[in-house]
């Protein structure tokens, strides 16, 4: 599957973007979905994960309350709302597509160009 993350962009902070991953294939149903970041200087974390129906999200604990990971599976897209964003928010934002639950990079098959997030103080 190819994945195509967009979306990105400068934002004030308490400000809101929404991040798109867009994949080809007509399989993106059987992948559980994911979004990582990765800060300048600092390894690729995990953000958020969704389930191959929809029905189950994971954040990572700094996010939660503020970011909302959903799909489209008749569309083949993934999105990331974030609202009420912090500097420490700013990085690449990146997709990822993986066979099995995991919050780990590593273990994610496919993965999307990246797109930048930036937050200003």
């Known amino acids: 599957v190819q994945l195509q993350a967009s979306g990105g962009g400068l934002v004030q902070a308490g400000g809101s973007l929404r991040l798109s991953c867009a994949a080809s294939?007509?399989?993106?149903?059987?992948?559980?979905m994911g979004w990582f970041r990765q800060a300048p200087g600092k390894e690729r974390e995990f953000v958020a994960a969704i389930s191959r129906s929809g029905g189950g999200t994971n954040y990572e604990d700094s996010v939660k309350g503020r970011f909302t990971i959903s799909r489209d599976n008749a569309r083949s897209t993934v999105n990331l709302q974030m609202n009420s964003l912090k500097p420490e928010d700013t990085a690449v934002y990146y997709c990822?597509?993986?066979?099995?639950?995991?919050?780990?990079?590593?273990?994610?098959?496919?993965w999307g160009q990246g797109t930048q997030v930036t937050v200003s103080s």
């Open positions: 990822a597509a993986d066979r099995g639950w995991s919050i780990f990079s590593g273990n994610y098959d496919y």
């Open positions: 294939g007509r399989t993106f149903g059987s992948y559980v």
